[in-house]
Nanobody, 115 residues
């Protein structure tokens, strides 16, 4: 079974940057679409960005131009580089790996943007 472990969250001031990492436990990572989702208090889970096995990317309008998703298949790791962070980006960020064989979630990492 694929397992995902997120890291890189924390507290950052408005305008700052963070990079989230999502490490997968198995080589099936390379066939997965990787996604980053977030859930703010009192709000629904929303897709932030995704990247297919062929490296096609998709972004939510709210993060376009500020966030970049990438993947390193050799390291079984996906990344979310976040710039120009704003208080409204505060949420728990979850990593997801999906394919026809599985749909797996990480445990989440907290990102807090505050002065």
């Amino acid at each position: 079974q694929v397992q995902l472990v997120e890291s890189g969250g924390g507290l950052v001031q408005p305008g700052g940057s963070l990079r989230l990492s999502c490490a997968a436990s198995r080589s099936v990572f390379s066939i997965s679409t990787m996604g980053w989702y977030r859930q703010a208090p009192g709000k629904q889970l929303e897709l932030v960005a995704s990247i297919t096995s062929g490296s096609t990317t998709n972004y939510a309008d709210s993060v376009m131009g500020r966030f970049t998703i990438s993947r390193d298949n050799a390291k079984l790791t996906a990344y979310l580089q976040m710039h120009s962070l704003q208080p409204e980006d505060t949420a728990v960020y979850f990593c997801n790996a999906a394919s026809v064989l599985f749909n797996v979630w990480g445990q989440g990492t907290q990102v807090t943007v505050s002065s």
